[in-house]
């Protein structure tokens, strides 16, 4: 096939694609806030929830940030919130992981102190955007009451946007949200003996 022929069979795919596109664009006439979950057991969904952190920010927006059982090692984003965007309202849990406490009391008290944080940031319409980090294994492990978390993601203000990461969740919080992606893992350096690296994975 000639350049010629080529560019001419691209160009018509390209035009159908756009107007595939342009008719999504056209057909998506309501302005709101979304509700996004980012599960599975793959790495980066946190890392795509700071992400989005920061395209509100760079649009001026208020954020605030709630990090369910993360907390007692230091993080980049930790740092780097808490230096360069002090406006950006952040909260750690502290008491890391369930497996390092191995206290189930301890943890569902710390668990119902940390959603007293967040639940106001999502009556509040100041906020436009709001990220709960891992707060799906607080549902799975039954530390936070599924009906109330769902009912506060589907009453926040209209134009809040919420973020909420961490594998599973149940098929409720699923339903709430308007957006679902699940990061696949399909290999991982820690499992061929390489350590976490500070930058990428803390």
């Known amino acids: ?3 010629e ?55 001026g927006h208020k954020v605030g940030v709630v990090q369910f059982i993360k907390g007692q090692q230091l993080s980049g984003e930790e740092i780097y919130l808490k230096e360069k965007c002090p406006d950006v309202t ?9 497996w ?10 710390a668990a119902r102190d ?10 509040d319409p100041s906020y436009n955007l709001v990220v709960m980090d891992e707060l799906t294994y607080m549902l799975a492990y039954k530390y936070l009451p599924e009906e109330e978390v769902i009912k506060a993601i589907r009453e926040r203000p209209r134009e809040q946007s919420v973020v909420v ?11 709430v949200m ?12 820690f499992k061929a003996g390489i350590k976490a690296r500070q930058g990428v994975d803390y």
């Open 90 to 98: 952040f909260y750690q849990m502290g008491t890391g992981f369930t």
């Open 5 to 59: 022929r080529k560019n001419a069979k691209h160009k018509a795919a390209m035009e159908k694609q756009k107007s595939k596109v342009d008719a999504n664009i056209e057909a998506a006439d309501e302005e709101r806030g979304v509700a996004i979950l980012l599960t599975g057991n793959g790495k980066g969904k946190s890392s795509s929830a700071f992400g989005m952190v920061m395209r509100a920010l760079g649009y």
């Open 165 to 175: 990461t961490g594998r599973g969740g149940g098929t409720a919080l699923q339903d």
């Open 178 to 189: 308007d957006t679902v992606s699940e990061v696949k893992e399909i290999k991982h350096a």
């Open 114 to 123: 940390t959603w007293a944080v967040a639940l106001p940031m999502l009556r």
């Open 1 to 3: 096939m000639s350049d």
């Open 100 to 109: 390092d406490t191995q206290d189930r009391t301890a943890d569902m008290q």
